[in-house]
């Protein structure tokens, strides 16, 4: 039997356009119904402070490049920067097609190891991989994590 090869991508973006809401839920359900078809699962972080998104995607590397060349074209996006893309020996958020957590500059700031970048006012596109990794492992042992919203046993 052949394994697939899996990769994760972590990207941060700026949006161009106010997202509230009723925008975010409208962007997250034709996210999640996309990312199903084509096999990716992952989670958003958005913080309405300044606008940024901080993004995982897992999948196969082509349905990520397919993914990724869609979104760099989408107008509702800009600076979108690749912090991260390596192999993954198995997903982190299997169970998710989108989950997502809204998250203050407040909570931002208390993450250990991230306080000093938050409280300068950086967003996430300036993130180094290093801490989008820590991002990431905050994300996944944080408070955020049991509240997400979007996994496939959810109605979101």
Sequence with gaps: METQSLEHVIYASVSTQDFGAPQLTELLEK????????????????????????????????????????????????????????????????DWTMGFASVSPEKLRKISGLNDFFSGGSCFTDLDAGRAKRLLVAFSEGSWRPKHLGAKSTAA
């Design 31 to 94: 996210a999640r119904v996309a990312n199903e078809r084509a096999g990716l699962t992952g989670m958003l972080l958005h913080t309405d402070s300044d606008g940024s998104f901080f993004q995982v995607l897992e999948g196969e590397p082509a349905a990520i490049d397919h993914l990724l060349q869609k979104l760099s074209r989408d107008v509702r996006h800009s600076h979108l920067t690749i912090l991260i893309r390596e192999p993954i020996a198995e997903r982190a958020f299997a």
